[in-house]
């Protein structure tokens, strides 16, 4: 079946530095790929998205690329700011129309 | 645009207690999305719905959970009889299905205390 395993956290940062999350995923077919942020007390949000392989999501400042012969998506953003503190969830999404998410990264941004 | 509308945001009622959430997805989506979050299980799928109609039920955990979708602007999930295990927070959300793309949008979320 599909599944997703990323980074377990949390992960600690200070303001400016560069952040990493990696995630895998097993799936059969060609799966879009995702990935979902949720703030303190909120929904998750669509943060960034990949349909294809090669094809790279990008959104306030973070950029993922959907490898096929790495099954990765790891999300990435060269400068951290405080108010990026969140989860962080790797989603995959297959043609039944349900989405299947990691554990979540816990990411905490220090000033 | 109004995003997916849940209600009530926090309930806080006692073992035994029925409780019903309820959804309002965005408008023109046809697919929608019952979630529970917590720290010890993270993120799981309770039920979906396509049109209105349940397509896969497999995450509600036991018979006291049910979910309907009497139309395409409102939904509810029902604990009956519920217990103390069943505090989460319970997300809703919605789709728009369209060439393979399944981008779902969520709610903020009900915040379930069961005492």
């Known amino acids: 079946g599909n599944s997703v395993t990323q980074m377990e956290g949390p992960v600690t940062l200070s303001e400016e530095a560069f952040l990493t999350i990696n995630c895998t995923y097993t799936a059969t077919g060609y799966p879009s790929l995702f990935w979902y942020v949720q703030y303190p007390g909120e929904g998750l949000q669509l943060l960034l998205k990949?349909?294809?392989?090669?094809d790279k999501g990008s959104n306030k400042g973070f950029e993922a690329t959907y490898r096929k012969e790495t099954t990765s998506f790891h999300l990435e953003k060269g400068s951290v700011q405080v108010s990026d503190s969140a989860v962080y969830f790797c989603?995959?999404?297959?043609?039944?129309?349900?989405?299947?998410f990691g554990a979540g990264t816990t990411v905490t941004v220090r000033a | 645009d109004a995003g997916v509308i849940q209600s009530p945001r926090h309930e806080v009622t006692e073992m035994g207690q029925e409780v019903t959430l309820r959804c309002k997805p965005i408008s023109g989506h046809n697919s929608l999305f019952w979630y529970r979050q917590t720290m010890m299980r993270g993120l799981e799928l309770l039920i979906y719905f396509n049109n209105n109609v349940p397509i896969d039920d497999s995450g509600m955990p036991e018979d006291r959970f049910s979910a309907k979708m009497p139309n395409a602007s409102f939904s509810t999930l029902k604990i009956q009889p519920s217990e103390p295990r069943d505090s989460a927070v319970y997300f809703c959300a919605s789709s728009k299905l369209a060439g393979g793309q399944n981008e779902q949008f969520f709610g903020p979320g009900t915040r379930l205390t069961v005492l």
């Open positions: 990949a349909t294809k392989a090669d």
């Open positions: 989603a995959l999404g297959s043609n039944d129309y349900k989405l299947s």
